[in-house]
């Protein structure tokens, strides 16, 4: 998908534009690995939007933890999602639109069950009896 940390393009409702990267990051004192998921607005790449973080844990797969890849949350009830796939930020956006945070840190994991079944949804041609998730 390219390199980490590149920011990509995502063209939101009426006319927005979001920009929008994934990011992992190591805790200082050897802790699990964080996923980031970061959204800037407008094209308005000095300040983000939000700022959604993964932090890895007991039951919770956050990037390269195990055998898994870049972007890869799943939390402890199978949740799973690609940050690094268009129709799964764009899920997040849409979350981000409502809430209207001020772009500090928010955690991610409270908004993944909502966000795979979002982004199922707007994945065309999925079977009727697929697992959520995109």
């Known amino acids: 998908m390219g390199g980490r940390g590149r920011?990509?393009?995502?063209?939101?409702?009426?006319g927005e534009v979001w920009?929008?990267?994934?990011?992992?990051r190591h805790r200082p004192d050897g802790g699990p690995c964080q996923e980031t998921l970061v959204l800037y607005r407008?094209?308005?790449?000095?300040r983000p939007a939000a700022?959604?973080?993964f932090r890895g844990g007991p039951g919770r797969?956050?990037?390269?933890?195990?055998?898994?890849?870049?972007?890869?949350v799943i939390d402890e009830h199978g949740?799973?999602?690609n940050l690094h796939l268009p129709s799964v930020v764009r899920a997040f956006v849409d979350?981000?639109?409502?809430?209207?945070?001020?772009?500090?840190?928010?955690?991610?994991?409270?908004?993944l069950p909502a966000i795979v079944r979002c982004a199922a949804e707007a994945t065309p041609g999925v079977p009727p009896c697929s697992p959520p998730g995109p």
Request: positive net charge.
């Open 61 to 72: 797969v956050a990037g390269s933890d195990a055998y898994s890849h870049s972007g890869l």
């Open 7 to 14: 920011l990509r393009r995502l063209a939101g409702p009426c």
């Open 42 to 46: 407008d094209g308005r790449t000095d």
């Open 51 to 53: 700022r959604l973080v």
């Open 95 to 111: 979350v981000v639109r409502a809430r209207e945070p001020a772009g500090g840190e928010m955690d991610g994991w409270p908004l």
């Open 19 to 24: 920009w929008w990267r994934v990011g992992h």
């Open 79 to 81: 949740n799973a999602a």
